[in-house]
T-cell receptor, first 112, second 113 residues
Framework: GDSVTQTEGQVALSEEDFLTIHCNYS??????LFWYVQYPGEGPQLLFR?????EKGSSRGFEATYDKGTTSFHLRKASVQESDSAVYYC???????????FGEGTKLTVSS | DAGVTQTPRHEVAEKGQTIILKCEPV?????LFWYRQTKIQGLELLSY????????DGGAFKDRFKAEMLNSSFSTLKIQPTEPKDSAVYLC???????????FGPGTRLTVL
């Protein structure tokens, strides 16, 4: 079945560090890929999504590029801030379905 | 517009009790989802409704978990009977349908003693 894998369970960085969170997916065709962010005490909220090969999604300084060749959608940010501390989820939906399949989540902690 | 509303925010139950969690989706949204979130399992889909029809009922959760959409603006998740392993955050989300954004509520934190 379809699946999403996030390599890092936890990432600890200092302010202004470069962030990469790896996301790889397994699904046929061209699924829509998402990044969600969840702050403490809140539900996940959409960062951005992409639905075509080589499409770049971006928001709030975060970006990811859909790569069908490597089945990846890695999240990057050039300079993280303490306020970026949260859990980040990669997800996919296939065939126009509303149902999302989530990765395990990556907890990002940024210290000043 | 108001976002997704979930009540209560916290619930403490004794083992064997019946509990009902409530969700009000974003007005006009056709799809509604219930998820369970734990540190070990992450986000697990419990139920998925489209226009009040049940589209998916998570296989592993069928026996004690029952979600219903009483109308287009109100849904409940009943857990009966509760067990300590049900302790988790239960999230409700809604969307307009298709591969579009899901809007999540703040969740209900359930503790079963």
């Amino acid at each position: 079945g379809d699946s999403v894998t996030q390599t890092e369970g936890q990432v600890a960085l200092s302010e202004e560090d470069f962030l990469t969170i790896h996301c790889n997916y397994s699904a046929s065709g061209y699924p829509t890929l998402f990044w969600y962010v969840q702050y403490p005490g809140e539900g996940p909220q959409l960062l951005f999504r992409a639905s075509r090969d080589k499409e770049k999604g971006s928001s709030r300084g975060f970006e990811a590029t859909y790569d069908k060749g490597t089945t990846s959608f890695h999240l990057r940010k050039a300079s993280v801030q303490e306020s970026d501390s949260a859990v980040y989820y990669c997800a996919l939906s296939r065939g126009g379905s509303a149902k999302l399949i989530f990765g395990e989540g990556t907890k990002l902690t940024v210290s000043s | 517009d108001a976002g997704v509303t979930q009540t209560p925010r916290h619930e403490v139950a004794e083992k064997g009790q019946t509990i009902i969690l409530k969700c009000e989706p974003v007005s006009g949204h056709n799809d509604l989802f219930w998820y369970r979130q734990t540190k070990i399992q992450g986000l697990e889909l419990l139920s998925y409704f489209r226009s009040k029809s049940l589209m998916e009922d998570g296989g592993a959760f069928k026996d004690r978990f029952k979600a219903e959409m009483l109308n287009s603006s109100f849904s409940t998740l009943k857990i009966q009977p509760t067990e300590p392993k049900d302790s988790a955050v239960y999230l409700c989300a809604s969307s307009t349908g298709g591969a579009l954004e899901q809007y999540f509520g703040p969740g209900t934190r359930l503790t079963v003693l």
